[in-house]
């Protein structure tokens, strides 16, 4: 940690002033505590302030760089989280909110807690510990400078719907939504979302990761190598595999499956923007690559998989990560489940 002590300022002013900090002059700010507060801080947060790159375009981190900076310097010297922490947090959902979502630039529209609600809740294509994580990050950078905010009720991260797999009639309107996008790419990448995360269970970034020589195909059916610190095969459920075959027909070995083919680096929002900015019909399910990936395993658990195959092609390692689904599966009927215990299914 390298905060300085906390100040003690005028948060409505100080609120109104985010994003133009540096740049107050003294009849916006008689006491001169605007431009005080970057000048405070130590050396060592300053040099991580001017060194952080997020992983966004120049343009879109340009839009958004003071108002991230200045909240973050506000906020720091009043909670417990590392600039670095802080910055990363902080720039990832203004990105969204303001590059992706169009909202303005001002904090009593940005940090609202049922704004941060939704995006940890609906928006971000994470793990829930991960969403937890900004969420509590984000909450706090709300509390400091928007002390008087009224209270919102939040979404429950591990709540029932943030995991229920999709019908098969989703999972239609799903297919017409990939199929329905207004360029060849954008339909490339929706394929290749609905097949790595319907049909292999991947994470979103997981399938950010893929490249073309990730995915084999021979005449067992399409597997894919997943990289990354959970490396593992994962056989595609067969429904998916021409999907799969169509959207990678051209890349060549090297190239990204998802994005742009050629793209350098991963960026936490890369799914969501696309999600976000993609074509999508009235009425149809909102697409959650959790939700696809809940879809599933749930088919798996549906069809009696072998339990240690799922585990290991879904990169769990507790059991208890899978219980949870079991409200999803189907319960077997009087007879089937006297078969099943009575061993008679396996003779």
């Not at 429950?156 to 939504?177: C, G, H, I, Q």
């Not at 990354?228 to 027909?249: D, F, I, K, Y």
């Not at 083919?261 to 991963?266: A, F, G, L």
């Not at 007879?335 to 099943?340: D, F, G």
């Amino acid at each position: 940690m390298c905060w300085s002590d906390p100040w003690i300022f005028d948060v409505q002013l100080i609120s109104s002033l985010i994003g133009q900090l540096r740049r107050t002059n003294l009849t916006d700010d008689p006491t001169n505590i605007a431009t005080a507060i970057h000048s405070a801080l130590p050396a060592e947060c300053v040099t991580v302030m001017v060194r952080y790159q997020p992983e966004m375009s120049p343009q879109r981190w340009e839009r958004i760089r003071e108002f991230v900076e200045d909240a973050v310097a506000v906020t720091a010297p009043n909670c417990a989280y590392t600039t670095s922490r802080l910055l990363i947090v902080c720039s990832h959902y203004v990105d969204w909110a303001v590059n992706i979502a169009s909202l303005p630039l001002q904090p009593q529209i940005l940090f609202r807690r049922e704004l941060i609600s939704r995006y940890t809740s609906d928006v971000m294509n994470q793990a829930e510990g991960t969403r937890r994580n900004y969420r509590a990050i984000l909450l706090r950078i709300s509390e400091i400078l928007l002390p008087d905010s009224p209270a919102a009720e939040l979404t429950a991260l591990n709540s029932r719907v943030s995991m229920e797999p999709y019908s098969e009639a989703d999972l239609t309107r799903l297919e017409f939504w990939a199929r329905g996008q207004n360029t060849p790419g954008r339909e490339r990448n929706a394929t290749v979302l609905l097949a790595l995360c319907a049909g292999g269970g991947l994470w979103s970034n997981e399938a950010c990761e893929a490249r073309r020589e990730d995915i084999q195909f021979d005449t067992h059916g399409v597997l894919v190598f997943v990289r990354g610190n959970n490396a593992r095969q994962v056989p595609l459920l067969a429904r998916w595999e021409p999907w799969l075959r169509v959207a990678v027909a051209g890349l060549d070995a090297g190239d990204r499956v998802f994005g742009s083919p050629t793209r350098k680096n991963n960026s936490k929002n890369l799914v969501t923007a696309f999600i976000q900015q993609s074509v999508q019909p009235p009425g149809m399910p909102r697409p959650q690559t959790n939700r696809m990936r809940a879809t599933w395993l749930v088919t798996h658990l549906t069809a009696r998989t072998d339990m240690r195959a799922l585990m290991t092609a879904s990169g769990v390692g507790k059991f208890e990560n899978l219980a949870r689904l079991l409200q999803f599966v189907p319960e077997l009927d009087s007879v089937a489940y006297r078969q099943h215990l009575r061993g008679e299914l396996n003779k």
